[in-house]
């Protein structure tokens, strides 16, 4: 039984009973408590009707962007295989297209190569030209000065 029924159950008892507004204060109060149970009874029934068809709606919209993910997918297998061609291609000439690059390292933060002439490669600091990390160039030696060990 819905809760429109219920309330119209109510209604129909009130009726039944001879209740009336003109009456006791109890029976006001009664059947002012049976409107109000009227009234929640039918905004929770068009509550109900909106969450199902929006419900409806969203199952809708999964279903499509289950298939943009589909055809997304399905592009990304076609253009990375050509992506991956031109990038062993960029890999090979690295070394040619930078023009005084006498160095060649991995940024430990992103991964990306950073090209190092001597220069740079003296001043000991660089920052990654992919992600803007500052990175410390060591290059395991040092100016001439002895330390424990060095005999």
Do not use: H, W
């Amino acid at each position: 039984m819905s809760l429109t029924e219920k309330t119209a159950y109510l209604r129909g008892l009130a009726d039944g009973m001879g209740m009336s507004a003109d009456k006791s204060d109890e029976q006001r109060l009664l059947l002012a408590i049976v409107d109000a149970l009227d009234d929640i009874a039918a905004n929770v029934e068009a509550n109900t009707d909106a969450v199902s068809a929006l419900a409806d709606e969203l199952d809708e919209l999964d279903d499509a962007v289950a298939d943009l993910e589909d055809a997304v997918g399905e592009l990304a297998e076609v253009f990375d295989d050509d992506e991956d061609d031109e990038e062993d291609d960029e890999d090979d000439d690295a070394g040619d297209m930078v023009d005084g690059v006498e160095y060649e390292l991995e940024c430990p933060n992103c991964g990306g190569p950073v090209y190092l002439d001597e220069e740079t490669v003296a001043q000991g600091e660089t920052v990654c030209p992919n992600c803007g990390q500052k990175l410390e160039i060591d290059v395991g030696f040092d100016d001439g000065e002895e330390t424990e060990g060095d005999e």
